[in-house]
């Protein structure tokens, strides 16, 4: 099993910058894919940027040229750094790991809020 633990939400201001970490642990030599993902109030969850084990990485739309995926496979982490934040960013930001064979890994959740 995999344990995620998020880190480096809070509230930040418009057309800020913030950073999330996802720290890994337990059967880490099984992950491929690690990931973030997002749930605004009265919405369903949604993808926000996967990184594979090789570094190929994957955004959806809305974050493109905003947020940025990093992954530090020495250290089992996950980074998020979020520039240009939005109030519709606002979310509650979880982290996933995803095995080889499509096991997933989810973490506690992290609070974003973004201030206008």
């Known amino acids: 099993q995999v344990q995620l633990v998020e880190s480096g939400g809070g509230l930040v201001q418009a057309v800020g910058s913030l950073r999330l970490s996802c720290a890994a642990s337990?059967?880490?030599?099984?992950?491929?894919?690690m990931g973030w993902y997002r749930q605004a109030p009265g919405k369903q969850r949604e993808l926000v940027c996967t990184?594979?084990?090789?570094?190929?990485?994957n955004y959806a739309d809305s974050v493109k040229g905003r947020f940025t995926i990093s992954r530090d496979n020495a250290k089992n982490t996950v980074y998020l750094q979020m520039n240009s934040v939005k109030p519709e960013d606002t979310a509650v930001y979880y982290c996933?790991?995803?095995?080889?064979?499509?096991?997933?890994?989810w973490g506690q959740g992290t609070q974003v809020t973004v201030s206008s």
């Open positions: 996933d790991a995803r095995t080889y064979w499509g096991s997933d890994s």
């Open positions: 337990g059967s880490t030599f099984n992950l491929n894919t």
């Open positions: 990184i594979t084990n090789g570094g190929s990485t």
